[in-house]
């Protein structure tokens, strides 16, 4: 299969404990400095996902916990010697997640004409996606 045959799966991991995850990532990494915690967003114009990381623990929530994300890996803080990507269904209890990557369809995004009243990053992502992880 060719990389652009490649299919993506839509539907949720069910391995996947998202509240777990979003819990797990309760605060931007004490070792980056403000200007390293970056989000990203790509997408190439023949996909139909769109690409994202986020190293910003108020984003990255929101995207841990949205529905239509298929997570790739978590970021978790290391012990001293860098910070190892993991596989998202085998995030430890306990450990601390500063970073995620994954798609959304590109219909989840959406730039308006005029700009949100907040200006804060986490507001990229509407937070009723952490009420539905509630669930």
Same mark, same amino acid.
Do not use: N, Y
């Given at each position: 299969?060719?990389p &652009?045959?490649?299919? =993506? !799966?839509?539907?949720?991991?069910? #391995?996947?404990?998202? /509240?777990? @995850?979003?819990?797990a990532? !309760?605060?931007?990494?004490?070792?980056?400095? $403000?200007? /390293?915690?970056?989000?990203?967003?790509?997408?190439?114009?023949?996909?139909?996902?769109?690409?994202?990381?986020?190293?910003?623990?108020?984003? *990255?929530?929101?995207? @841990?916990?949205?529905?239509?994300?298929?997570?790739d890996? =978590?970021?978790?803080?290391?012990?001293?010697? *860098?910070?190892?990507?993991?596989? $998202?269904?085998?995030v430890? /209890?306990?450990?601390?997640?500063?970073?995620?990557?994954?798609?959304?369809?590109?219909?989840?995004? #959406?730039?308006?004409?005029?700009?949100?009243?907040? !200006? #804060?990053?986490?507001?990229?992502?509407? &937070?009723?996606?952490?009420? &539905?992880?509630?669930?």
């Open positions: 299969m060719s &652009e045959e490649t299919v =993506v !799966d839509d539907e949720p991991d069910p #391995q996947i404990d998202r /509240e777990t @995850l979003v819990d990532f !309760d605060a931007d990494d004490p070792k980056l400095a $403000p200007e /390293e915690k970056e989000t990203t967003f790509g997408v190439a114009r023949d996909e139909d996902r769109v690409r994202f990381f986020t190293a910003e623990a108020g984003v *990255g929530r929101r995207l @841990l916990a949205h529905p239509a994300a298929v997570l890996e =978590v970021v978790v803080e290391g012990d001293g010697r *860098g910070r190892p990507a993991r596989d $998202p269904a085998e430890s /209890e306990g450990e601390h997640v500063v970073g995620v990557r994954g798609t959304l369809p590109v219909g989840a995004l #959406q730039i308006k004409s005029r700009p949100r009243k907040s !200006d #804060q990053h986490a507001a990229i992502v509407s &937070e009723r996606v952490l009420d &539905e992880v509630d669930e």
